[in-house]
Each structure stands twice: as structure tokens, then as C-alpha cells.
């Protein structure tokens, strides 16, 4: 009778000789099972046993199901992991962007910053800053008849 729980060189024996049914031994690998299987009654006795399943089951007719078989389709998430990943980070980088302008203009308390130019250059180049972190967090629509997948659209 073949033991439940095997000697660790028994379990390398029997998982080679499963991987030489299918061819995916080398040389090498092929003579040491040999060598163990002529020592090991217990693998012997397992490798016959395997040989005589494997056989059997490789000349058996192939069976045709009766009933018709489908796997229902995996839905796509809507919006997968990378977009949201990149619309988080621009909306960091636009949260922190304004933040820093905000302490630069003197807002919030923050102490007052010597301008070398003049305070209305100064002034315009903070509007234009801010327009353009507004017009970046609108989103665009697109017209849907341009929507396909593995295309994302700004958030």
C-alpha cells in the first residue's frame, strides 16, 4: 500500500514522473527518477498506477456535452484603474498648483511678497495662472459619436 504523506525524494520522484508523461523532463532528470525507481517500491508502484490512468484516459473517446455550454461576458469596469489613477494626480498637482499660487499672491495670511515688476504685471500674470487652472478642471464634452473603448475621457 503507497503511503499518504511520502519522503521528500519520493514527492520529487512522483512529481517527475507526472512531468515525464507529458515529455518535460531532460536527460538528466530522466536518469535520476530511473535510479530512485529502481531503489522505491512504493514510487515504482505509484508510476505504474499513473501510467495505467494516463493510458486509459488518452484512449478514451472524447465525450460531447448534451447541453449547450456559455460563460456569461466580464463586464469592463467603467473607468479603469489607470484613468482614475492619472485624473487623482491632476487633481493633486491643480489642488497643490493653486495652493502655491495662493500663498505667493498673499492669501490666507501669508507673508507679502516683494515684486521686482510692477503690481499690475504681477497681478495679470496670477489671472492668466488662474484661468488656466479653470479651464483645465472643465471638462470637455465630446460627441459621443467618438466615445470607443480604451479611451478615456477627462473628469
Do not use: W, Y
Amino acid at each position: 500500500m503507497l503511503s499518504l504523506v511520502p519522503p521528500t525524494d519520493c514527492a520529487r520522484a512522483r512529481e517527475a514522473a507526472s512531468a515525464r508523461l507529458d515529455d518535460e523532463l531532460s536527460e538528466l532528470e530522466v536518469a535520476v527518477l530511473d535510479h530512485h525507481l529502481r531503489a522505491c517500491t512504493e514510487c515504482s508502484a505509484f508510476v505504474r498506477e499513473l501510467h495505467a490512468l494516463s493510458s486509459g484516459l488518452r484512449r478514451a473517446t472524447l465525450e460531447q456535452p448534451q447541453i449547450e455550454v456559455f460563460a456569461p461576458a466580464r463586464r469592463r469596469p467603467l473607468l479603469p484603474l489607470r484613468a482614475a489613477t492619472a485624473a487623482a494626480a491632476i487633481v493633486a498637482l491643480v489642488t497643490g498648483s493653486a495652493f502655491v499660487v495662493g500663498r505667493v499672491a498673499g492669501v490666507h495670511g501669508a507673508p507679502k511678497v516683494t515684486l521686482t515688476g510692477t503690481a499690475a504685471d504681477f497681478l495679470s500674470v496670477q489671472a492668466d495662472s488662474n484661468e488656466q487652472h479653470l479651464l483645465a478642471m472643465v471638462r470637455q464634452p465630446e460627441p459621443r459619436d467618438s466615445l470607443r473603448f480604451g479611451h478615456t475621457t477627462a473628469v
